[in-house]
């Protein structure tokens, strides 16, 4: 039972336009809402997170949306640069315990020179 | 400071072989985590520790074991391994249970 969902496994943009991956979850106790963002060989690093109380975070070139009716959330990312090629895990919890927290299976962004 | 680092970072086992995956973290956090990672899926929570001699079980702990003597290491023992424990194991750790989460590079297991 995949409580949060990444529809699209891959996503590919050029460089210098915007990239929008999304994210839908099913647990309506969810209410902490994390992107993270992984290269080859390495571990999950936090990108940015977003409280149920907001529908909106940004922090320099990442901007999170959350469509709490829709039960939707989105990371768009702009401009994209190659560097931002990697890929993007969407996770959500109840007040952001670790424990208890449910994450999607990922989105492969490729950015084009 | 190396963070959180894992060993092996590749293994093969043969069914009913064990092993154990060994995971260390410099920062001093109490919170340590074990995940699994299918293909096509999200990370799933195998166990957790809060701290030395406290761990508790997550999403799917069926098939593993752990144990937190030190506040640096949290091992994941594989008894019996079996070919559904084909995946890519990722440790963590946190300062508390509501803080970032650090991860390891992950090891991946292939069990045949």
């Known amino acids: 039972d995949q409580q949060v969902k990444q529809n699209s496994p891959s996503l590919s943009v050029q460089e210098g336009r915007i990239s929008i991956l999304n994210c839908d979850y099913t647990?309506?106790?969810?209410?902490?809402f994390l992107w993270y963002k992984k290269y080859p060989a390495e571990g999950p690093t936090f990108l940015i997170s977003i409280s149920s109380i907001k529908d909106k975070n940004e922090d320099g070139r990442f901007t999170v949306f959350l469509n709490k009716s829709a039960k939707h959330l989105s990371l768009h990312i702009v401009p994209s640069q190659p560097g931002d090629s990697a890929v993007y895990f969407c996770?959500?919890?109840?007040?952001?315990?670790?424990?208890?927290?449910?994450f999607g299976a990922g989105t492969r962004l490729t950015v084009k020179p | 400071n190396a963070g959180v680092t894992q060993t092996p970072k590749f293994r093969i086992l043969k069914i009913g072989q064990s092993m154990t995956l060994q995971c260390t973290q410099d920062?001093?956090?109490?919170?340590m985590y074990w995940y699994r990672q299918d293909p096509g899926m999200g990370l799933k929570l195998i166990y957790y520790s809060v701290g030395a001699g406290i761990t508790d079980k997550g999403e799917v702990p069926n098939g593993y074991n752990v144990s937190r003597s030190t506040t640096e290491d949290f091992p994941l023992r594989l008894e019996l391994a079996a070919p559904s424990q084909t995946s890519v194991y990722f440790c963590a750790s946190a300062r508390g249970s509501y803080n970032e989460q650090f991860f390891g590079p992950g090891t991946r297991l292939t069990v045949l």
């Open positions: 996770a959500a919890s109840p007040k952001g315990l670790n424990n208890d927290m449910r």
């Open positions: 920062m001093n956090h109490n919170y």
């Open positions: 647990n309506s106790m969810f209410d902490y």
